[in-house]
């Protein structure tokens, strides 16, 4: 046999070099426990899910994941289990609550001031929590403590991070992005995703297709612009899988946070119009979710449009629920906190509810959909419409930190204006924002909320 030969039939991947991400082996304890809140017959199994994860990682770990993604599709459902959760537009419509916010969206030069306080709001709230992504609360609050930002109320700064500090830290702060060390915005996941649903409008008009979006993604950013669920859809989408078969197949994280950061710009252009926007934010969030994945998005982007013309936060709450099934978890999760909140319940118990039941020491809880989704509902009414108090207590409270700050940004922007916003969280971003998208790069913030109101206006 020639060498030639031998080669080709020794040819595997090299599985060391493969990110976690990209290897379903690599996180069956989060695909067990995903099945399991989906209400799956999967409790007699959890020592083998444990056991094929622990095994070498190379073909033969991938091979018996194989077997165990095959025998999932199989799982029936617990008896009893209490949660109406279908994916499909239709289905989702169908089991909606009916409430309906009333309020016209704005226009003129009122309209121009919200759509800025939008884009102005999610990068600030972005920047915000972007040095902390991935810290965990037993960390955060000693550092915020000892750097005199407990309760959070500015940006972390470079002049926080000494040597004899970051020694004491398990979590890196090198290297990170300082509101008083930058030029612009930095690129960021949660900023790209808002400036890319712009372009995709801007190629493939309002009435895009998920098919569109897989399209888009391939075409304009990286692989690695891509984590966890997006990670995995934008692999699928290379290896032919396509919506909504990408959201699925192999897919651990397919109820993570990743299209809940996705759904911002939906908003923005249906000021006013929370169903369009949820059903914009359904088109794009079935290419890599399912489930409440695909509710964060849709509650998001209904909060944001519900918010251009209300001022009242927990109609503009209900708004956002109102277009997701009312027997789902986020659902439940994000009620529980807004009936607190009405009820009276003070702030501290209200978070230590969250704390209570999600680990931020465990990916899943860290990274899921509902956990960070109820976050932003509790920074949303407890911030009391104070941009600065609101976002700070997103990113406070830990778990995904830009992201939450990000969408709370995006809500309190649009609801009151850039004027609402104090000029120092706005002057650290130079009115500039980098991006990883290809053609695009670093952008100017006006050009942006321009390109907007003309998508509006479509």
């Known amino acids: 046999m020639s060498l030639y030969s031998e080669a080709r039939r020794a040819v595997c991947p090299d599985y060391a070099a493969l990110h976690p991400w990209q290897k379903y082996g690599s996180d ?45 599709g199989e ?41 800025a306080g939008a884009w102005y709001g999610r990068i600030a709230g972005c920047l915000l929590g972007k040095p902390l992504e991935g810290i965990r609360r037993e960390e955060l609050l000693p550092f915020l403590k000892e750097t005199g930002n407990w309760p959070m109320h ?19 702060f090198w290297a990170k992005a300082y509101a ?36 888009a993604w391939l075409a304009m950013q990286p692989k690695d612009a891509y984590c966890t669920a997006e990670r995995v859809a934008f692999l699928n989408f290379v290896n032919g899988y396509l919506p909504p078969c990408s959201a699925v197949y192999k897919n651990p994280y397919r109820e993570w946070i990743g ?30 979710h399912v ?22 936060i927990p109609a503009v709450i209900r708004s956002g629920l109102s277009q997701i099934p009312k027997k789902s978890r986020l659902y439940e999760e994000i009620m529980g906190m807004l009936c607190d909140y009405e009820a009276g319940v003070g702030k501290e118990e209200a978070f230590a509810k969250i704390l209570a ?76 924002l980098d991006t990883a998208i290809f053609g695009v790069g670093t952008v100017e913030i006006p050009a942006l909320i321009e390109t907007t109101l003309r998508h509006i206006g479509q």
Request: hydrophobic share 35%.
């Open 154 to 172: 500015r940006y972390v700064l470079s002049t926080d991070i000494t040597e004899e500090r970051q020694g004491r830290y398990q979590y890196s």
């Open 357 to 432: 039941r999600y680990d931020d020491r465990r990916g899943h809880d860290w990274c899921h959909t509902i956990s960070n989704a109820r976050i932003v509902a509790g920074a949303l009414l407890y911030g009391g419409g104070d941009f600065a108090k609101s976002i700070c207590m997103a990113v406070e409270t830990g778990f995904d930190t830009d992201c939450n700050g990000a969408t709370v940004g995006s809500v309190l922007g649009i609801m009151n204006g850039l004027g609402s916003i104090p000029d120092c969280w706005t002057k650290p971003l130079h009115d500039k």
């Open 75 to 115: 799982l029936p459902a617990v008896d009893g289990y209490p949660y109406e959760e279908p994916s499909d537009y239709a289905g989702i419509a169908a089991c909606r609550d009916g409430f309906a916010l009333s309020g016209e969206g704005p226009d003129g030069e009122k309209l121009r001031d919200q759509i």
């Open 259 to 288: 299209a809940q950061i996705r759904g911002d710009y939906f908003g923005y252009i249906n000021p006013g119009d929370p169903e369009k926007a949820a059903e914009m934010a359904w088109r794009d969030a079935s290419v890599s």
């Open 291 to 312: 489930k409440n994945g695909i509710y964060g998005e849709m509650f998001a982007a209904a909060m944001i449009a519900a918010a251009a013309c209300s001022k009242d």
């Open 180 to 215: 008083d060390a930058i030029s612009e915005a930095p690129a960021d996941d949660d900023t790209n995703y808002t400036v890319l649903y712009q372009q995709i409008i801007e190629k493939y008009s309002k009435d895009f297709t998920p098919r569109d979006v897989a399209e």
């Open 28 to 72: 069956l304890e989060t695909e067990y426990r995903q099945c399991l809140e989906e209400g799956l017959d999967i409790e007699q199994y959890q020592a083998l899910f444990s056991a094929v994860q622990a095994m070498p990682d190379d073909g033969y770990r991938e091979e018996a994941a194989d077997v165990l993604y095959r025998m999932i």
